[in-house]
C-alpha cells in the first residue's frame, strides 16, 4: 500500500497556495488527474500515478486559437488570454516533468516556438516528488530517465515523512522557493527513502534508434501491429506527443479556430484531400509511433519522445506494450 | 472444467484446425506482458499454438478481428464475441461458413482496474486463480479476492454464459443466471430530468474522445465513421460538450438493437466513462418495445430493420390528445 | 432560428425545427395555409422525401445548433410513399426520442406525428400544440453547441 504524503509535503502545498495557483493530483471520479486546488487535503499524491498526464496545462486537449463574429462586428470572441500569475504544477513525477522538457524542446525552444505554448509554460513552475516505488508499468530508465531525475522540474522534491528535502534545479524554481522560504538541499545530500526503485533497465536508446531506422520497411511492423484496434488511447495519454489538428468551427455567429490534440493512430491524420494515405494501415501508423519516439525525436531533440511513465502500457486496450516492442528489436538478433 | 485443462483443449483443437488446413488463422488470446492483462493473438502455424491461454483477462471482444481478414478463420470466442459474431453475420460482414467457432463457457471477465483500485495500484507482479478467487501477489504480499467482487460491470449483469453459435465446444456449459431485467435503467429513469443530464454530462466530460469505444467496438465497423465526417461535420471535434454527448448518443443509436452487451468499449476506455449509460438504455428498448436481444438468434432479423404494423406509436403525438404519454422516456 | 440568447426576454418565442415528409406532411402544411389555419410562426420546415430518410443525425444536429424543439411528420401508417419508410422510422423514433430524454433532453422538445396531404387543421394544430409546450419549457440547452 502507498503510504501517505508527510508533514513536509502538505506544509508545503500550504504555503504555495498563499503564492501562486496550485495544480496537482486530484481524485475526480474515482480517477487521479491533475487540476487546480485549493487546499493541501485535495491533492491526492498518495493515490498512484495520474490517469492523465498534466500536459494538458501547457497543451490542452482543445485551445481555442482565435474567433471572430459572422456578423462582420466585434461580438466573436476573443482568445482566452492563458493565465495571468504564476501556477505550480505539483506532485508531478520526474518522468511527467521530463516529458515538459520535451514539450519545451519541440513547442518551447530553437528557432519556431508556439506561442501559445509558451504563454502557458511562461508562468507554469513545476515541482516534482521523486519516485520511492516504481509500478509494473513503469520504464523511466530504459528511455534515459529516472525515479529522480530532475530534467523538466523547477523543483525536485524528496519526501522524508516529517519533512521534504528539495532540489532547487531552475531560476524559476530558485524565484518559487523564495516565496516560500523553501531551502535547496546541497544534491550530495539528497537521501531517498531507501534506495531508488529500479523502473527498468537502461536500454542502449542509440542501439535501439540504430536498429529501429534499419528496420523501417521491415515486414516485422505488420505482425507487431496486427492487433492494434487503432485508437488515440496510447498518444492521448501520453505526456510527450504533441501532434495537434487546427480545425475551424462556427455557431449561432461564432467562429471559432481551435487547436485539438490528434494521434497519428488516427487514418484521418494522414490522410490526403485526394482520398489518398500514405500511413494506409495500423502497421504504419504504429511504426510512425515507434520511430517518432525513438528515432526521430532523438535526431531532432536529443531526447527520445517516451518517458516512460507507463500509462499507454497500463491502459492499451488490447496490451499493444511498447516495451515489448522495442525490447524485440533489441533482442539477440538484432531484427525481431 | 479446470482452467489448465480450457487452455489444454483450446490449443489442441487450434492446432488440428491449422495442422490439417481446416482454416489459416486462429484468433485467440495470449498472456499480456503483465499479470491481469491478455492480449489478442493471431497463430497461423500449428506450432504457435501454444502461446493461446483462456483467463479472466480476455476481455477484448475478438470479434472485432475478423472482418477484412481473408481465408478461414477459427476464433476463441466466448459467449458475448459469438453474440457479436451472429450480428455481423446477419448484417453481411462475416460469412458462417469462413469461421470455426471454438466456444469457450464463460464465468464473467474480471476488471483489472478494479482490482488494481482495490489493492492500491500497489505493483501486481502475479496473479492465480482458484475456486472463484483471484490469488494476487500486490507489492510483495498475497491478496486473494472473490472473482465476483471484482468482475466487469457488463459481466455482472450477463445472463448469457455459452457460446450461442458454436463448432468446437471446448469445457462444460457454464450454469446461466436469470436474465436480470433492467434494473439498473429503470432507476436511472426515475431520476428527474436535470439529475440524468447532471450525471451523464458528467460523464462525458471524461472523454477524451480518443475512439477506443468505437475502435474496440465489434459492431462499430462503418468504413467512414460519420465522427470522422467533416462535409458534413456531424459533430464538432472541438472541446464542445454538446458535440462529445451527441458522439456518444448517436453511438448509441447506431448500437440500438446491435449491442451485445460485451462491455468491450467501457473497459478500453482510459478514463472510465460508464458508456452503459447510454447503451443499456436502447437495449431495454430494444427489448421491451420490439422483444429482441442482439446476437441471441441467428434466424431473427434486426429489429432496426424492419417493422411490424403494430409497433408501440404512443410515443406520437395526437393533437386532439393534446399530448404524447411520453412512452419509454 | 432562435438565438436564445436572452431568454428572459419578454415575448421569446422558441425555435422549431420541423422535417417534413414531402409527399404527406409537407403537403400538409400547404393545406394548411390553402385552409387559411392559423398556427405560430415558430417552425421552420425542412423537407425531407420520407420520414425514412431522416437520421437521428438531422435531429441531433438541429439541437446542437440551437433549435429549441424538433418537430418529425411523415404519412400516416399505410399512406407511405415508399411502402413502409414511415414504419422503419417509427423504430427508430421511439429509440431516439427515448434516448435524448433519458440524458435529459425535456419531455416535449421532441415530437413525432403524422399528418396527411389533407390535414391542414390537423398540421396547424400540431405546431399549436408543440410551440405551446416548448414556449412553457424555455430555451434549450443540453445539447447546444458551445465554445468552452
Known amino acids: 500500500m502507498r503510504r501517505p504524503p508527510g508533514r513536509g509535503i502538505t506544509d508545503l502545498v500550504e504555503r504555495l497556495l498563499t503564492v501562486a495557483e496550485v495544480y496537482a493530483p486530484v481524485e475526480r471520479d474515482q480517477s487521479v488527474v491533475f487540476d487546480r486546488i485549493e487546499s493541501a487535503r485535495e491533492a491526492a499524491i498518495d493515490r498512484g500515478p495520474a490517469a492523465l498526464s498534466p500536459k494538458n496545462l501547457v497543451f490542452p486537449r482543445c485551445e481555442m486559437l482565435l474567433s471572430s463574429s459572422t456578423r462582420g462586428d466585434e461580438s466573436g470572441r476573443a482568445p482566452d488570454p492563458g493565465p495571468g500569475g504564476p501556477r505550480v504544477l505539483f506532485g508531478v513525477r520526474p518522468c511527467d516533468a521530463r516529458a515538459i522538457a520535451l514539450l519545451d524542446r519541440i513547442l518551447g525552444g530553437g528557432e519556431k516556438t508556439d506561442s501559445y505554448y509558451i504563454r502557458r509554460r511562461e508562468s507554469l513552475v513545476v515541482i516534482s516528488i521523486g ?57 550530495g545530500a539528497r537521501t531517498p527513502r531507501g534506495p531508488a526503485p529500479p523502473a527498468g533497465p537502461a536500454a542502449d536508446l542509440a542501439e535501439l534508434k540504430k536498429r529501429l531506422d534499419r528496420s523501417f520497411e521491415d515486414q516485422c511492423w505488420r505482425d507487431i501491429a496486427l492487433k492494434c ?44 484531400a485526394s482520398g489518398y494515405n500514405p500511413r494506409p494501415s495500423a502497421a504504419e501508423r504504429f511504426r510512425q509511433r515507434v520511430m517518432h519516439k525513438f528515432s526521430y525525436c532523438i535526431e531532432r531533440y536529443g531526447m527520445p519522445g517516451c ?3 507507463g500509462r499507454c502500457v497500463s491502459r492499451c486496450p488490447v496490451n499493444l506494450d511498447i516495451r515489448t516492442v522495442t525490447a524485440s528489436f533489441l533482442g539477440d538478433g538484432g531484427e525481431p | 472444467m479446470e482452467a489448465s485443462a480450457i487452455v489444454r483443449t483450446v490449443r489442441e483443437r487450434a492446432a488440428e484446425l491449422l495442422a490439417s488446413g481446416r482454416v489459416d488463422l486462429v484468433i485467440g488470446f495470449e498472456q499480456g506482458s503483465m499479470p491481469m492483462r491478455a492480449a489478442p493473438c493471431f497463430v497461423s502455424d500449428a506450432d504457435g499454438t501454444d502461446r493461446l491461454v483462456w483467463n479472466s483477462f480476455c476481455g477484448v471482444n475478438l470479434a472485432r478481428f475478423l472482418r477484412g481478414r481473408h481465408g478461414r478463420i477459427a476464433v476463441v470466442a466466448k459467449a458475448c464475441d459469438t453474440r457479436a459474431l451472429v450480428e455481423l453475420i446477419k448484417e453481411n460482414q462475416l460469412c458462417r461458413t469462413d469461421m470455426v467457432v471454438i466456444g469457450v463457457p464463460c464465468a464473467g471477465m474480471v476488471d483489472s482496474a478494479a482490482v488494481e483500485e482495490i489493492t492500491g495500484h500497489a505493483g501486481i507482479t502475479g ?49 446461466e443466471p436469470e436474465i436480470p431485467g433492467f434494473l439498473d435503467v429503470d432507476q436511472f429513469a426515475a431520476l428527474p430530468s ?112 424492419t417493422f411490424s404494423p403494430g409497433d408501440p406509436e404512443d410515443f406520437m403525438l395526437e393533437p386532439d390528445r393534446g399530448r404524447s404519454c411520453g412512452c419509454g422516456g | 432560428m432562435t438565438t436564445g440568447e436572452n431568454p428572459s426576454t419578454a ?89 435524448l430524454e433519458h440524458a435529459g433532453v425535456e419531455e416535449g422538445r421532441l415530437w413525432f406525428t403524422w399528418v396527411s396531404a389533407s390535414e391542414g387543421g390537423r398540421f396547424a394544430a400540431v405546431v399549436d400544440t408543440v410551440t405551446k409546450r416548448v414556449r412553457a419549457l424555455g430555451p434549450a440547452s443540453c445539447l447546444r453547441r458551445r465554445f468552452i
Not at chain 1, 229 to 252: N, Q, R, S, Y
Request: glycine letters at 10%.
Open chain 1, 229 to 272: 484496434i487503432g485508437c488515440g488511447v496510447c498518444t492521448f495519454l501520453c505526456p510527450a506527443c504533441h501532434c495537434f489538428d487546427v480545425i475551424d468551427e462556427e455557431t449561432a455567429g461564432v467562429r471559432v479556430r481551435s487547436r485539438i490534440w490528434d494521434s497519428c493512430q488516427f487514418p484521418a491524420f494522414t490522410e490526403q
Open chain 2, 127 to 175: 496473479v492465480e486463480e482458484a475456486d472463484g478467487r483471484l490469488l494476487l501477489t500486490a507489492g510483495g504480499s498475497p491478496v486473494s479476492l472473490p472473482r465476483e467482487d471484482v468482475l466487469c460491470r457488463s459481466c455482472r449483469r450477463c445472463s448469457t454464459r455459452n457460446p450461442v453459435i458454436c463448432d468446437i465446444a471446448v469445457g462444460e456449459r457454464a450454469p
Open chain 1, 307 to 309: 518517458v516512460g511513465c
Open chain 1, 131 to 187: 519516485c520511492t516505488e516504481s509500478l509494473e508499468t513503469c520504464f523511466c530508465e530504459t528511455t534515459g530517465g529516472g525515479p529522480r531525475s530532475t530534467e523538466g522540474s523547477d523543483i525536485l522534491l524528496e519526501d522524508l515523512g516529517d519533512r521534504c528535502e528539495a532540489s532547487i534545479i531552475t531560476e524559476k524554481g530558485v524565484w518559487l522557493a523564495g516565496q516560500i522560504g523553501l531551502e535547496h538541499d546541497p544534491a
Open chain 2, 194 to 305: 436535470e439529475e440524468r443530464r447532471t450525471r451523464i454530462e458528467a460523464e462525458m466530460k471524461r472523454c477524451i474522445r480518443c475512439n477506443a469505444c468505437r475502435n474496440v467496438c465489434p459492431m462499430c465497423y462503418c468504413v467512414r465513421c460519420f465522427a470522422d465526417d467533416a462535409f458534413p461535420q456531424w459533430v464538432g471535434r472541438g472541446g464542445d460538450p454538446g458535440s462529445v454527448m451527441s458522439f456518444h448518443l448517436v453511438r448509441a443509436l447506431h448500437l440500438a438493437g446491435r449491442c451485445v452487451e460485451c462491455g468491450a468499449c467501457e473497459r478500453a476506455c482510459p478514463t472510465g466513462v460508464d458508456l452503459g449509460i447510454l447503451n443499456r438504455r436502447m437495449s431495454a428498448d430494444v427489448y421491451r418495445h420490439f422483444g429482441y436481444r442482439p446476437g441471441m438468434a441467428p434466424e431473427i432479423p434486426s429489429p432496426l430493420s
Open chain 3, 11 to 99: 415575448g421569446w418565442e422558441p425555435g422549431i425545427v420541423a422535417f417534413l415528409c414531402n409527399w404527406c406532411s409537407y403537403a400538409g402544411a400547404d393545406s394548411a395555409g390553402v385552409g387559411r389555419h392559423q398556427y405560430p410562426s415558430s417552425v421552420r420546415i425542412i423537407r425531407v422525401p420520407c420520414a425514412g430518410r431522416i437520421s437521428p443525425f438531422f435531429i441531433i444536429s438541429a439541437f446542437l445548433e440551437g433549435a429549441d424543439g424538433v418537430l418529425v411528420s411523415g404519412c400516416h401508417p399505410g399512406d407511405c410513399h415508399y411502402t413502409s419508410g414511415n414504419l422503419i422510422a417509427r423504430r427508430r423514433f421511439i429509440l431516439l426520442k427515448s434516448l
